[in-house]
T-cell receptor
Framework: NAGVTQTPKFQVLKTGQSMTLQCAQD?????MYWYRQDPGMGLRLIYY???????DKGEVPNGYNVSRLNKREFSLRLESAAPSQTSVYFC?????????????FGPGTRLTVL | GNSVTQMEGPVTLSEEAFLTINCTYT??????LFWYVQYPGEGLQLLLK?????DKGSNKGFEATYRKETTSFHLEKGSVQVSDSAVYFC??????????????FGTGTRLTIIP
């Protein structure tokens, strides 16, 4: 089992460019999440998907869009990157139907916007 | 809304020292509480969890007890090792929709253990 995988690991963009961060999980989890991690601010939820075909906004959704392509894959798109989006992005997944779901995280994508 | 407040870091200790990282929370009802650990260059992974008051979560020598009266979930370890150097995150979960346990994280505490 690979768990949660993310691509790319690193990316540098210029202001205004677009890109898609890819995430896939092989644990048959229903729920998937995108977080950003910034110094001194912990992890903040951008978007989540409770099941295939549904997505909802988290705490900081502005400037991002997501697609739950199928049960395995959940992508995050930046349509017009801004320097404020420089961050480390983590994808996570969890099971449903049980109390206190544990979330499993990918290794992260470090994005720099110039 | 929900919030988690963690002890400010960074924390530097000598090997075999006693560790405490404080965590307090604000939430309605009865959230589940977690400690996640992030080793250098990696994603977060669950260290331990507790789902109700007075529960004690434990793993790899780390412990934390869910104290509802003080709304706290402090992380402790009796004798730290160099390999424990990492960033530690306290988090709570209080999903309002069935099967959707969104996490609220603290800001993280960077721990460095010196040989």
């Amino acid at each position: 089992n690979a768990g949660v995988t993310q691509t790319p690991k690193f990316q540098v963009l210029k202001t205004g460019q677009s890109m898609t961060l890819q995430c896939a999980q092989d644990m048959n989890h229903n729920s998937m999440y995108w977080y950003r991690q910034d110094p001194g601010m912990g992890l903040r939820l951008i978007y989540y998907s409770a099941s295939e075909g549904t997505t909802d906004k988290g705490e900081v959704p502005n400037g991002y869009n997501v697609s739950r392509l199928n049960k395995r894959e959940f992508s995050l798109r930046l349509e017009s990157a801004a320097p404020s989006q420089t961050s480390v992005y983590f994808c996570a997944s969890s099971n449903t139907g049980l109390a206190a779901q544990v979330q499993y995280f990918g290794p992260g994508t470090r994005l720099t916007v110039l | 809304g929900n919030s988690v407040t963690q002890m400010e870091g960074p924390v530097t200790l000598s090997e075999e020292a006693f560790l405490t990282i404080n965590c307090t929370y604000t939430a309605t009802g009865y959230p589940s509480l977690f400690w996640y650990v992030q080793y250098p260059g990696e994603g977060l992974q669950l260290l331990l969890k507790a789902t109700k008051a007075d529960d004690k979560g434990s793993n790899k020598g780390f412990e934390a007890t869910y104290r509802k009266e003080t709304t706290s979930f402090h992380l402790e370890k009796g004798s730290v090792q160099v390999s424990d150097s990492a960033v530690y995150f306290c988090a709570l979960s209080q999903g309002f929709n069935f099967g959707n346990e969104k996490l609220t994280f603290g800001t993280g505490t960077r721990l460095t253990i010196i040989p």
